[in-house]
Nanobody, 117 residues
Framework: QVQLVESGGGLVQPGGSLRLSCAAS????????MRWYRQAPGKEREVVAI???????NYGDSVKGRFTISRDNAKNTVYLQMNSLKPEDTAVYYC???????????WGQGTQVTVSS
């Protein structure tokens, strides 16, 4: 199994930046795709960014051009750099890892991001 721990959330003013980290441990060799999701108050969970084992990336429309997902294989860590933050970015951000094969996805505990003046 894969264990995921998010960090880096907090309170930031509109226009500011944060970098979230997701550290993976356990059977990390089995990870195929990693994603960042978020869930805002009163809204459904949405995908924010995706990165594959080959380094391909994709982004949700609402964050494209402002957020960047990256990885450091040596540290088994995925990052989400968030720039030009808006109040509507306020949410709990979750790291997700999809394994190769038929094992269920792994989820982190979530980290709160609050964008407010």
């Amino acid at each position: 199994q894969v264990q995921l721990v998010e960090s880096g959330g907090g309170l930031v003013q509109p226009g500011g930046s944060l970098r979230l980290s997701c550290a993976a441990s356990g059977t990390v060799f089995d990870i195929n795709v990693m994603r960042w999701y978020r869930q805002a108050p009163g809204k459904e969970r949405e995908v924010v960014a995706i990165i594959t084992s080959g380094g391909n990336t994709n982004y949700g429309d609402s964050v494209k051009g402002r957020f960047t997902i990256s990885r450091d294989n040596a540290k088994n860590t995925v990052y989400l750099q968030m720039n030009s933050l808006k109040p509507e970015d306020t949410a709990v951000y979750y790291c997700n890892a999809s394994p190769r094969g038929y094992s269920p996805d792994s989820w982190g505990q979530g980290t709160q991001v609050t964008v407010s003046s």
